[in-house]
């Protein structure tokens, strides 16, 4: 039982470029969420699903997408990477409502863009 | 949006002492929890407690909730090495029925050996 897989670890991109973070959860949890870390900022919340085929905006959307065609996966895109996109980003999935029970992140993927 | 904000935001022991967090939020919840994240790793759920919870205990671990002063705190009792970590609470967003978690910018945890 994996639980939840971050791929990958780390990436480098250049300005400009584009790439896909990819979460997968082995629980069958309904609920997936995409959060971003900063230094001194907390976890803030990008996009979540709450079923597949569902996706909404969270508090900071801006520059990413977000597709859920598989219950087990949730992907985060960058569209035209930009250095304020430097962080360190997590998935999270819950079974049912997280409000009302524990989370499961992954370990997060390190992203840098110069 | 409401915000639990916890305090301090770094904390240094030596293991054997007790180890208090607080949290501090602006409205109303049904739900608050705490999370610990070990340096390069995800964070892990510890304990959620309910607004008409007052104490909640799991191991060493002992969380409070006052719901008149908005504030819940964690206790981590005969602290360890181990317990070296970033410990973050979380509480539910009530507008709009939104089915999200905000977290707090976390309590930084050094237990000295």
């Known amino acids: 039982n994996a639980g939840v897989t971050q791929t990958p670890k780390f990436r480098v991109l250049k300005t400009g470029q584009s790439m896909t973070l990819l979460c997968a959860q082995d629980?069958?949890?309904?609920?997936m969420y995409w959060y971003r870390q900063d230094p001194g900022m907390g976890l803030r919340l990008i996009h979540y699903?709450?079923?597949?085929?569902?996706?909404a905006k969270g508090e900071v959307p801006d520059g990413y997408n977000v597709s859920r065609l598989k219950k087990q996966n949730f992907l985060l895109g960058l569209e035209s990477a930009a250095p304020s996109q430097t962080s360190v980003y997590f998935c999270a999935s819950s079974f049912l409502d997280p409000r009302t029970q524990p989370q499961h992140f992954g370990d997060g993927t390190r992203l840098s863009i110069l | 949006s409401q915000q639990g904000e916890e305090d301090p935001q770094a904390l240094s022991i030596q293991e054997g002492e007790n180890a208090t967090m607080n949290c501090s939020y602006k409205?109303?919840?049904?739900?608050l929890q705490w999370y610990r994240q070990n340096s390069g790793r995800g964070l892990v759920h510890l304990i959620l407690i309910r607004s008409n919870e007052r104490e909640k205990h799991s191991g060493r671990l002992r969380v409070t909730l006052d719901t008149s002063k908005k504030s819940s705190s964690l206790l981590i009792t005969a602290s360890r090495a181990a317990d070296t970590a970033s410990y973050f609470c979380?509480?539910?967003?009530?507008?709009?029925?939104?089915?999200?978690?905000?977290f707090g910018k976390g309590t930084k945890l050094t237990v000295n050996p």
């Open positions: 409205t109303s919840i049904n739900n």
């Open positions: 629980m069958n949890h309904e609920y």
């Open positions: 979380a509480t539910d967003l009530t507008q709009g029925g939104s089915e999200k978690l905000v």
């Open positions: 699903s709450v079923g597949e085929g569902t996706t």
